[in-house]
């Protein structure tokens, strides 16, 4: 069964950057996608960006062209690199994989955007 990781949260002022981490265990990690998804206080939990076993990615609106998703199999991680923060992209980040056993998810890292 894999097990998801996430880490790299923290507290950034508005136009910083972060670089989220999400590590597998299990030997399946790399043939299926993965997906970021966030959850802000009192929102529903929303996806952000997707990347596919060949590496094909998609994102959000609010965050296409500030974030980018990529993965490296040999380490069983996947990243989310995000730049150029808003406030509004303040929530806890969470990864995710719809395996044909069902969904796994991490455990969640805060992220926190504020002045």
């Known amino acids: 069964q894999v097990q998801l990781v996430e880490s790299g949260g923290g507290l950034v002022q508005p136009g910083g950057s972060l670089r989220l981490s999400c590590a597998a265990s299990g030997s399946i990690f790399k043939l299926y996608s993965v997906g970021w998804y966030r959850q802000a206080p009192g929102k529903q939990r929303v996806l952000v960006a997707k990347i596919t076993s060949g590496g094909s990615t998609n994102y959000a609106d609010s965050v296409k062209g500030r974030f980018t998703i990529s993965r490296d199999n040999a380490k069983n991680t996947v990243y989310l690199q995000m730049n150029s923060l808003k406030l509004e992209d303040t929530a806890v980040y969470y990864c995710?994989?719809?395996?044909?056993?069902?969904?796994?998810w991490g455990q969640g890292t805060q992220v926190t955007v504020s002045s």
């Open positions: 995710n994989q719809n395996l044909l056993s069902g969904t796994v």
